[in-house]
């Protein structure tokens, strides 16, 4: 089997990475089968969080308001990613967000990846749910709090390792494939949009869910057309 990747799961305000936002990074690194290190961390998005999210996740606006934002530890991310393989569930999900984040910073990223979703569908194609949770019920893992991300990074490689062991003849155990997510730079929201955008809030008495200055040009544009729309111009 590969032996030496780094398991990544990120939790995030929604499913879209050109609009929503990573809350918190989990990533496990394994040389030659075992764990080396850990990168574990809440990260501040800058804008309130989902309610249907803290439900699903547990996590709430008082456990990341005191975390780093993105970019103040993103190289530090990928000075612990070095140049192994991500692996994860799904991990195709976890690398847009990644990459989309890279991008907008002006920072190279391509990546390798193991995909513990695409193996699970080709060898358990009769079981009912591939979701994470169901698949380590299935095999007796112990899953630890899902949704959560060092513990589903872990859950994804001790999946990989399980599934390796029953289907060791496998070839598709043995390869990575590259990781590829097309990617729009943003634009940040212009000094004219933030001045608007500031006066219209305090003019109104709204208290926005989102920082103002981490607005993307397009994101504060769609803020403008709401706030207009439902109580008018200045």
Do not use: W
């Not at 809030?201 to 709401?226: F, W, Y």
Request: glycine share 6%; hydrophobic share 40%.
């Amino acid at each position: 089997m590969i032996n030496s990747f780094v398991a990544l799961d990120l939790e995030t305000t929604g499913i879209s990475p050109a609009e929503d936002r990573i809350i918190e990074i989990g990533a496990i690194k394994v040389v030659d089968g075992k764990e080396q290190a850990v990168f574990s961390t809440f990260v501040n998005p800058e804008m309130k969080i989902p309610p249907r999210i803290t439900q699903i996740t547990g996590i709430n606006d008082s456990m990341v308001c005191g975390a780093p934002v993105l970019k103040d530890i993103f190289l530090n991310l990928l000075e612990f990613l070095e140049e192994y393989p991500l692996l994860g569930h799904n991990i195709i999900f976890d690398y847009s967000f990644l990459k989309t984040a890279a991008v907008n910073m002006d920072l190279p990223f391509e990546k390798q990846g193991i995909d513990t979703l695409k193996m699970a569908r080709r060898v358990y194609a009769n079981l009912e749910s591939k979701r994470l949770e169901s698949l380590c019920a299935y095999l007796q893992i112990d899953s630890g709090i899902s949704h959560r991300a060092c513990d589903d990074a872990r859950s994804a490689k001790l999946l990989y390792e399980k599934m390796f062991l029953a289907n060791s003849g496998d070839e598709g155990f043995l390869k990575t494939v590259p990781l590829e997510f097309k990617v729009k730079k943003k634009q940040p929201a212009t000094p004219a949009q933030l001045r608007y955008l500031r006066a219209l809030v305090q003019m109104h008495g709204i208290v926005p869910d989102v920082k103002i200055e981490s607005l993307t040009k397009n994101e504060a544009s769609r803020m403008i057309d709401t706030i207009l729309s439902s109580y008018g111009r200045i």
